[in-house]
C-alpha cells in the first residue's frame, strides 16, 4: 500500500511520518509505503504554497534529505510490526535533467511514485493552472509511462507478493 506523504516533509501534507506509520499498523497494514516528493531543482518549480511559506529550492533539499534519514530510521523501529516500503515521488522537471536527478535518488529506494506536476514547464498543481499549460486540441493528460527496459526501473527489486517483504 501506497500511503503518501507527512506533513513534516510536505507542505500540503499532514501527520507526522511516525504517526502516519502507526495508523498503518492500527489498520492492520503489514507493509505500507511512504514517500516524498524529490526536491525540484530550480525555483521556477517551486508550487505556490511553498513560496507563500518561504521555502527555497535548498529548503525542499534539506527536507529531502531529512526524509531519506528519518524513513529508514523508522522502517527500523517498526520491523517485526510492519514493513515500511521506503519511496519517492519523481518531478519530471527540469525536462533536461530530470533522468539523471531520478537516478541520482533511485538507489537509496525501494520504489518510485510516478507523477505529473509540470506540463509544458506550466505546474498543474493547482486545477486552474492546468488548461494554459496546454496546446489547443491536445488531452489534458500528461503520462510518464516506466517500461522494464527503462533505465529507471531496470535495477529496481521486484517482489512476490505470497512472501513477506524484507526490511530494508
Request: proline residues 8%.
Amino acid at each position: 500500500m501506497h500511503g503518501g506523504h507527512s506533513g513534516e516533509f510536505c507542505e500540503h501534507a499532514s501527520g507526522s511520518l511516525r504517526s502516519i506509520l502507526e495508523a498503518a499498523c492500527h489498520a492492520g497494514y503489514r507493509a505500507f509505503g511512504v514517500s516524498e516528493h524529490m526536491p525540484r531543482t530550480e525555483p521556477r518549480y517551486l508550487y505556490a504554497t511553498e513560496r507563500q511559506k518561504g521555502w527555497t529550492v535548498q529548503t525542499l533539499e534539506s527536507l529531502f534529505e531529512r526524509y531519506t534519514v528519518a524513513v529508514r530510521e523508522h522502517a527500523q523501529a517498526f520491523a517485526g510490526q510492519l514493513t515500511v516500503l521506503c519511496g519517492f515521488e519523481l518531478e519530471v522537471v527540469p525536462p533536461d535533467r530530470w533522468v539523471q536527478l531520478v537516478e541520482r535518488y533511485r538507489p537509496h529506494f525501494d520504489y518510485i511514485v510516478g507523477s505529473v506536476h509540470f506540463v509544458r514547464d506550466a505546474g498543474i498543481f493547482a486545477r486552474y493552472t492546468f488548461t494554459p499549460a496546454l496546446p489547443v486540441g491536445e488531452p489534458p493528460v500528461g503520462v510518464v509511462v516506466a517500461t522494464a527496459s527503462s533505465p529507471l526501473t531496470r535495477n529496481l527489486p521486484t517482489h512476490d507478493c505470497d512472501r513477506p517483504l524484507p526490511n530494508r
